[in-house]
């Protein structure tokens, strides 16, 4: 499984970024999808996640801003981002599970497969 994430960026406070995740696998539609991000001396921590039915997952400090989204036709999952601050520059990671139909969870350790992650920056 490849994924591949794009879209990062140099933005202002208050910008907008859309970034995409493109898989290569087979029945996409029937796993869990997530973002992660990770700053500098910083652990990786998540963001959101689209499970494979549809539900909606958000870090509290990315509710109301941020919305994931998915596209079953395209392979692909979103993560528009509204109102950026500069504490959320990071890389962002998407990821998926190895299995299907799993019950989502927020927790990095749980995702078996990771892109090679993109780059935010957000000046203020």
């Known amino acids: 499984v490849q994924l591949q994430a794009s879209g990062g960026g140099l933005v202002q406070a208050g910008d907008s970024l859309r970034l995409s995740c493109a898989a290569s696998?087979?029945?996409?539609?029937?796993?869990?999808m997530g973002w992660f991000r990770q700053a500098p001396g910083k652990e990786r921590e998540f963001v959101a996640a689209i499970s494979w039915s549809g539900s909606l997952f958000y870090a509290d400090s990315v509710k109301g801003r941020f919305t994931i989204s998915r596209d079953n036709a395209k392979n692909t999952v979103y993560l528009q981002m509204n109102s950026l601050k500069p504490e959320d520059t990071a890389v962002y990671y998407c990821a998926t599970r190895m299995e299907m139909w799993t019950i989502t969870t927020t927790t990095p350790g749980a995702y078996d497969y990771w892109g090679q992650g993109t780059l935010v920056t957000v000046s203020s």
């Open positions: 696998r087979r029945a996409f539609s029937t796993y869990d």
